[in-house]
């Protein structure tokens, strides 16, 4: 085969392929700034610790990352066969995602811009 060719393109990228257990929520309703406090409380800790971690954070950003992590923590013991207990929280991080854009009348016939922003919140767990 040529060496660019399509087959052999794509065995390459799925050989340097992460195969670590993840999970990631696109669009989530919160600002990149809100998500990261609480994925930087959780980074690095076991599964078990992050989750009474997330329980008791007030944030409202804790309750929509711990169900990320549970979802991490099934994918992890249904497709990669990984027990709960030797999991940690490898890599956490949010990223920008899409602003909505909405209108506030003020005084004198002026809008302001209330911007409404979305993050995509990725969990990446591995074993000990």
Known sequence: MAKGHRSQIKRERNAQKDTRPSAKLSYARVSVQK?????????????????????????YASSIIKKLLESAIANAENNNGMNKDNLYIAACYADKGPTMKRIRPRAQGRAYRIEK????????????
Do not use: Q
């Open 35 to 59: 998500a990261c406090f609480v994925l930087d409380a959780i980074r690095g800790k076991d599964v078990n610790t992050a989750l009474g971690i997330l329980a008791y954070n007030p944030r």
């Open 117 to 128: 922003r979305m993050s995509h919140i990725t969990i990446v767990l591995d074993e000990r």
